[in-house]
């Protein structure tokens, strides 16, 4: 059993993580901005404690005594995009201030969650960590440049660090915000149950590698566990299967047919104006290397996704 301190813990994957760890046995403390309990009946144990980033004193206070960090807290795209300086200062001031107070208050590990985005843009070919990053908009480059602090605090022995490349997530939150409502996946499930048909903004024959949240939680958990002997420099891929986009329309409109029992038409824009793309394959061989491996259980995920949007929308 660890003591583990999770920031962004009331967000889309950090509710998740934390109600997962948490039923696994594990002492959580969840670290938002709002500090008010959103998660579930079931998490009430949880213990819920604000941050302030600029507070060094308060940074040190909520790193001590735990024996791990996740940091899970970020501005996400679309918000990274609009505004790129507050990227800057949450993305990377942020997270070199809280890797600052973990070193300081002798936290053994701190586990960073980064994206498959710094890799770029249209993916190709075998995608792995020995791949040359090439962010190219301010989301990437941002969180690149706090894996490097991470990175460097660990090669200097400083930090256990672990760097987690997320691909595409998908899966029913823990709270009641929206802000994990516009990724791909949830946002078919919200027209699965809104609508009688399901609109793709493109052809849908590009490809994405998706993740379930249930394997995103399972992994958190492995590398919470997991000696770190076992984990070499702790720079990993964290992702599920790669298909299309239409693919995974098919899909949501199947289970939709089971749990809702409604026959979705799937409709796309643009079809002929696309070039074809180009598969290419998330290189997952290192994290099965060093002991995990993904359920890939896509169809239980969306039927859970669509059974919250059911009773919410």
């Keep these: 059993m660890a003591n583990i301190v999770i920031f962004g813990g009331l967000g889309y994957v950090g509710g998740r993580a934390t109600n997962h760890l948490y039923k696994m046995g594990h002492n959580v403390v969840s670290v938002s901005r709002e500090g008010k309990n959103h998660l579930s009946e079931e998490s009430q144990g949880i213990l819920i404690e604000t941050v302030e980033w600029d507070n060094e004193s308060r940074l040190l206070s909520l790193c001590a005594r735990a024996d791990c ?32 107070a ?27 960590e020995r791949t040359l990053p090439n962010p190219l908009d301010a989301y990437g480059i941002t969180k690149r440049t706090a894996e490097d602090f991470v990175f460097a605090a660990s090669k200097a022995g ?11 997530s ?27 048909d399901l609109l793709l903004n493109s052809s849908g024959a590009q490809f994405c590698n998706f993740i379930s949240l249930e394997d995103v939680c399972n992994a958190l958990q492995h590398f919470v566990e997991t000696d770190y002997s076992q ?24 289970r939709a047919a089971n749990v809702l029992s409604k026959n979705l038409l799937i409709n796309r824009i643009n079809t002929s104006l696309e070039k074809k793309p ?34 919410r929308l």
């Excluded at 930090?159 to 595409?168: A, C, D, F, M």
């Excluded at 998908?170 to 809104?194: D, K, Y």
């Excluded at 984990?231 to 199947?254: H, I, P, R, W, Y």
């Excluded at 394959?281 to 949007?309: H, P, V």
């Design 231 to 254: 984990l070499g420099d702790g720079l990993f891929n964290l992702g599920g299967k790669t298909m299309s986009v239409l693919q995974m329309a098919e899909l949501v409109s199947s």
């Design 158 to 168: 400083q930090i256990e660090g672990v760097i987690i490349r997320l691909s595409n």
């Design 102 to 128: 973990a070193i300081k208050a002798k936290v053994p590990r701190f586990i960073f969650m980064s994206t498959a985005h710094v890799y770029g843009r249209s993916l190709i070919g075998n995608v792995s």
């Design 170 to 196: 998908f899966g029913r939150p823990m709270t009641e915000s929206e802000s994990s409502w516009s990724l791909l996946v949830n946002n078919l499930c919200i027209q699965a149950v809104t609508k009688n």
């Design 69 to 100: 960090i996740v940091h899970l807290a970020g501005l996400g795209r679309a918000e990274s995009s609009i505004s790129p300086n507050e990227a800057i200062r949450v993305n990377c001031v942020n997270t070199y201030n809280l890797l600052k």
């Design 278 to 311: 180009t598969k290419f394959n998330y290189g997952l061989k290192k994290i099965q290397a060093a002991g995990f491996k993904g359920k890939l259980d896509f169809s239980s995920e969306i039927d859970k996704a669509l059974k919250f949007f059911l009773h």
